[in-house]
Structure formats: C-alpha cells, structure tokens
C-alpha cells in the first residue's frame, strides 16, 4: 500500500464527529462507547504527506476537509465475493424441473 | 469545519430543515397532531402531468412490465389445482442508476434547480443515493451524499460500499460514517455549512415521484390484458414506496387493485447497534425500517413525512433473508435477469403468495433493482460467512437474523409471513400517545388518526381507551 501523498493525489481522510461521551444517551450502550467517525475522498491539497499526516483535501465537489490521511488512491474493497455451495444447485435444479414439466406436457399430448 | 456539539444543532432542526427544503409544514397542520395531508400533497408536490414530463426530461420511468413466464409456470406446477396466479415485474433496474428511487429522485433535483440551489444532499445508504447523484449529473448540480457504512471497527457493509462507489462514480461527495442515528445531526451540520437543498426521502415532492410508477402499471396492464392487477407488491421500508406507488394506481383508476407490502424480517437486530450492524445481509427494504415507519412515519427528518404507509397498505408480508436470496437466483437462471437481492424482496412475497391465488389472478411485482459487486447474493453471503453467520440449506423458518441464514432447497419452501396490521394501528396510537405526552385527542386529532391508519374513529377512540386503561393499571 502507498505510504506517501503528494498534492492532487486522490486520499482518503479520517475525521472524527462525535467523541463517546458526546453521543446522545438514547444510543445502545455498544454504540455509545465508539465514537462517530467519517471517512471521505478528495485530492490533496498540501504538498506532501504520509499516511498518520493531517492533511487537507478538495471533494469532487470542491469542498474542503481536513482529517488524518488513511489511504492513498484508495481502492474499492468489495467483490463478488466466494463461490457460495447454498446458491449453487437452485438454478440447475429449478431449470430440470422445468424441463421435466414441459416434457411431461408434451407426453401427455 | 467546526463541529458544534450534538444538542445545540439538534435544537436548531426545524429552522435547518424549514431552509433546506423550502416547505412551511405550519401552512398544513389543522390541530394538534392532524394536518391536511392531501392538500399538502398537491399544493407541495408537483402534479401527474408535471411529473411525467420532469421524469422524460432525465430518461426516467417507462421501465418494461415484464411476465415471468417460467417463473409463473412452475408456481403453477408447485400449486393445488387452480391456483397459481401469473407475475408480471417491473424492471425499475431500467432506470438511470439502477432502481425505482431515480423517480423520486427526479422531482427533488427538479425542484432544487428550480429553486435555484447550488447543490443537493441526501442522507442515504440505500439506492436513492446514487439516484441523487445521477439526477444531480443531469442538472449540473453539486451533490453530497452521506451515508452510514462502517461499524467502528472500519468493516464497511459490501452493498452500501457500493453504493457509495456509485455514488462517488456519478461526481458526488460521499461522507461515509460508522453506524449512529447521528448521521441526522452531521447531515444539519451540512446542510447549513452548504445551503444546499435537501433532498429527503419524505417531501412531497419525493414521494409524489413514485406515482408514475404505479400509473405505468395500471396503465400497460389495462392495454396488454384488459384489467387491472389483483394485486401489486411492493417492498416496504421508509414507506414512500408504497405510498407513491398506491397513489399513482389509484389516480389511473385502479381501485381495486389490493397493494401488499413487503420486507425482510430482522427481528431481533438493532439498527443503531455497533455488534448488530454487520450481522445483517440486507441494508435495505426491511423491518428495521418498515416496522417503525409505518407506526411512526413522522420519524423522518421532515416535520410531516408525506410516506404514510398504513394509510395506503392493504396488507404486509415479511420474507426471510434467505427466501430472498434464493428468489433472485430464480430470477437469474430461470428468467434471466440479473438483479440486486434487495429488489427482489417483494419478488418474493409474490411467489409466496401466488399460490395461494387463482390461476387466472395477476400480481405485479412493483421493482428491481440493479445488481453488482457488493449487492449480489454471493457478496453479502460472503460477508455473512465471514462474520460467523451460519449458512446452510434447508427450511427458510429456521432463519435467524444476526446468526443463520437458511436457503431454501425447494420454492415450496417459501412462506411469506401476514404482519397482523391490527397490532401496527395499535402501535400507531400507542406511538401518538408517547410522542405527544398525552392521551386526550380532539375529535379532529381522531378522525386525521383514522383516516391516517384506514380504520373507523371509534376503533381510535377503543385503542386509546385500552392505553389510558394500561395506565390506570400502573
């Protein structure tokens, strides 16, 4: 992963919202005790930075937001995922008993 | 950015609200908890004609009435004798960003651009964050859109990941929080560091967007079979689903059409719960949502929420998450169309449901929604596994949420639930009860009550009777 950042690189920055003892009391108590973070995108607007760095940045939308710099070109995480056994046999089994049907019902003419 | 403590911009909410959406609710409360809702509707939506114009201007609606004819045959195969009703779908994945929500989205831009705003921001984990965003596109719009991704260990929910990349794609700001309802604060935090419009799921506008929908199915059924549907099914959550697509049926005439709401069942699960958050499958269309919205749909971040489920709902179903999962492998490998889980929840509930009706009788499915990395069954089962949810083949009742997933290993196996609507009026009062602090209501606050949850004054009057009982009880 890239540590470093130079200006107009796209980053992902942290922010804090909320601290814990901030949040309101109607919360569960497991919510209550993390605090409310934000993660946004923008290209950096500093010279240079390492990931842990506070850094600004510039939206898609030109506006600006500082936090700390967590990843640099950050990449999309989520996939497809695995090959699923539960999901695997519906479609063939579904489609067999169509065919099943629709050779039953040329039988029976 | 400062970020001012919680309570001092919470008590700022109205007059935050009031800028963002342009709307003085105060013109259209009558008394106490009542208020003209029908006047609001039309003197703060746009009307039928308006829409469909807005909406063919950015490329929405019109989407295909599909018949799912081999779904339909083996429903048939699978019934007693006679039964067996013909499902048709509406292939809302067909609109600009891949779901029906493009249509609400349509009029909130419209009405932002029209007013002059520089910018649009939803508050959103769902579909109707890209549908901003792409509207927003269209008009040249900024857009912002923040959503609640993260538990607070950083582990991000794969299908609001991808929305957010959709999003992100589409030239939208996206904040992505960890889990809290104080996403409602951050979001007046934006909206009056911005000015921007807000762009709620619940104005009028919004919600009078989703018309057209129901219009188009009245409408396409009556030309291609002469009739209207038996039945339209529509996946329940906020409750603007319903509401828009119940009013647009009924403004094309189609009155007898009994509309039937739908949702995943995860009972048991917190929605603004740190361990609970990323134990679910379904981030959308389901009972965290569905349940509170239809006894309290004045939850929402508008003072009047024009979603008013229980006003419009003949009926409600839930399904389990695995019933779900296994109705859009059907979708793919028997009709070959390829779409988001969530969408298919009311797909679902038809299948169940069919069987039960006549051979000759037509449900529609009310939705699709698009499908992709992140919001396939094979993503967020994948995710379920690794956080220790159990999933396994067998019968679909045996679903836990939070802990096991339980495909079903033959369509028989579907059973949608009936939600006992009687307990959800019941609810709906107790809900008045609490939020007002009170439990003595006008004759006017009564019949708005009535006419609000489809029942006659006198059963109002019953149920706050048994409340004020309860109380005399304590």
Partial sequence: MKKNAKQGDWVKIHFRILEPHDRPDHIPEETRKTPLDAYVNGFMSVEEAQLGDRVSIRTLIDREYKGTLVEVFPAHTHSFGKAIPALLEIGPKLRAKIREGADDHRKVQ | MTIEKYNDVMARKNEIMKKAVGIDYDRFRTEGIAFDYEQMMQEAGYSIEEIIKIQMSTSVGNTPLIELKNIGNLVRRISPKGKGARIFLKDEACNPSGSFKDRRASVSVFHAHKHGFPGVVAATSGNYGAAVASQAAKYNLKCMILQETFDSKGVGQPEILEKGRSCEALGAEVVQMT???????????????????????????????????????????????????????????????????????????????????ASVDLHGLHMASDVDFNRKSF????????????????????????????????????????????????????????????????????????????????????????????????????????????????????????????????????????????????????????????????????????????????????????????????
Avoid at chain 2, 204 to 231: C, Q
């Fill in chain 2, 179 to 261: 889990v809290g309802p104080e996403l409602f604060y951050y979001f007046l935090v934006c909206l009056e560091e911005t000015g921007f419009f807000n762009a709620s799921l619940y104005t009028p506008f919004g919600i009078s967007g989703i018309e057209t929908l129901g219009m188009e199915i009245a409408t396409e059924m009556k030309l291609r079979e002469n009739r209207y549907p038996d039945v339209v099914l529509v996946t329940h959550a906020g409750g603007g689903n319903l509401t828009g697509t119940a009013r647009g049926l009924r403004k094309a005439h189609a009155d007898g059409t009994r509309v039937i709401g």
């Fill in chain 2, 283 to 474: 981030t959308t269309g389901h009972t965290g949502f569905g349940i509170p919205f239809a006894v309290f749909p004045d939850r929402s971040d508008v003072p009047l929420n024009a979603a008013r489920p229980l006003r419009y709902m003949d009926d409600y179903y839930l399904v389990t998450q695995g019933e779900v999962f296994y109705t859009t492998e059907m979708l793919a490998q028997l009709e070959g169309l390829q779409r988001g889980p969530a969408g298919n929840t009311s797909l679902c509930a038809a299948i169940g449901l069919a069987r039960k009706m006549e051979k000759n009788q037509i449900i529609v499915v009310q939705e699709t929604e698009y499908t992709s990395a992140g919001k396939c069954p094979s993503a967020q089962l994948s995710f379920a596994l690794d956080h220790g949810i159990r999933v396994d083949c067998g019968d679909p009742s045996m679903d836990e949420p939070g802990n096991r997933i339980v495909i079903p290993e033959r369509t028989e196996q579907i059973a949608p639930k009936k939600v006992d609507l009687t307990k959800l009026r019941a609810s709906y009062v107790n809900q008045m009860v609490k939020s007002t602090g009170r439990v003595d209501f006008s004759h006017e606050e009564i019949r708005f009550m009535a006419e609000d949850i489809r029942c006659h004054s006198d059963e109002i009057k019953r149920l706050i009777q048994s409340i004020k009982n309860g109380l005399n009880d304590q």
